[in-house]
Each structure stands twice: as structure tokens, then as C-alpha cells.
Nanobody
Framework: QVQLVESGGGSVQTGGSLRLSCAASEYGYSVYFYCMGWFRQAPGKEREGVAIITSDGFTSYADSVRGRFTISKDNFNNTLYLQMNSLKPEDTAMYYC??????????????????WGQGTQVTVSS
């Protein structure tokens, strides 16, 4: 399993923006070959998928963030990003980066990814 380290979380007001980063640190690992994604979990709620990007660049978003969030990856620097714009209080959660050589989905239709980061907190105040 690859080690993933998230950063970029913080506190913003409604309408603000944040950019999350997820750095992969494993010798010989390349994000190019992996499906990667962002998930989030708010207190008292189940974890939910936010966005994924496959090895060939296909992206998928949760309905709640489509049009506001953008997932991307830098294959050279082995880093995954999540640009979050027009943030809302309901976006408040711990955000986790995930990766797996197998393709996975936002929902529960596929096995969950096997590598996870420790999370970075995003708090949006009204």
C-alpha cells in the first residue's frame, strides 16, 4: 500500500475556496497508474465519496459538489489535488485521499480503495 499525506485543509467562510493536496510517498509508486479519489466524513455521518480520477484521467463527482470542486493529479510530482470553490457549510468534514490500482467509484458499487491518508479538516462557516 502506498502512503498518502493530505494537506491544505483549513477554515473558510461560505463562498470561499481551498485547495487540498495529497502527496504519495512510496518508492516506485506513480499516481499515473492508480485510481485516486477524495472522500469526506462529517461528524455523525457516514463517509461519502466526493470525487475520483482514474488512471486514464476520467473524473467523477458527487452531485453535491459537481460544478464547484475539481479533482486533478500531477503525475510527475505524484500529487492529487482537489480544488474546492464556492464552499458551503455542508462541505465541512474531514477529507481523505484514497488510492488503489483497481478502479473504484464514488458510491458503494465497487470495493473501497485500499490506501488511505490520515485526513485534513475542512471547516466552512456561515
Amino acid at each position: 500500500q502506498v502512503q498518502l499525506v493530505e494537506s491544505g485543509g483549513g477554515s473558510v467562510q461560505t463562498g470561499g475556496s481551498l485547495r487540498l493536496s495529497c502527496a504519495a510517498s512510496e518508492y516506485g509508486y506513480s499516481v499515473y497508474f492508480y485510481c485516486m479519489g477524495w472522500f469526506r466524513q462529517a461528524p455523525g455521518k457516514e463517509r461519502e465519496g466526493v470525487a475520483i480520477i482514474t488512471s486514464d484521467g476520467f473524473t467523477s463527482y458527487a452531485d453535491s459538489v459537481r460544478g464547484r470542486f475539481t479533482i486533478s493529479k500531477d503525475n510527475f510530482n505524484n500529487t492529487l489535488y482537489l480544488q474546492m470553490n464556492s464552499l458551503k457549510p455542508e462541505d465541512t468534514a474531514m477529507y481523505y485521499c484514497a488510492a488503489d490500482p483497481r478502479r473504484f467509484s464514488i458510491g458503494s458499487g465497487t470495493p473501497p480503495p485500499r490506501s488511505w491518508g490520515q485526513g485534513t479538516q475542512v471547516t466552512v462557516s456561515s
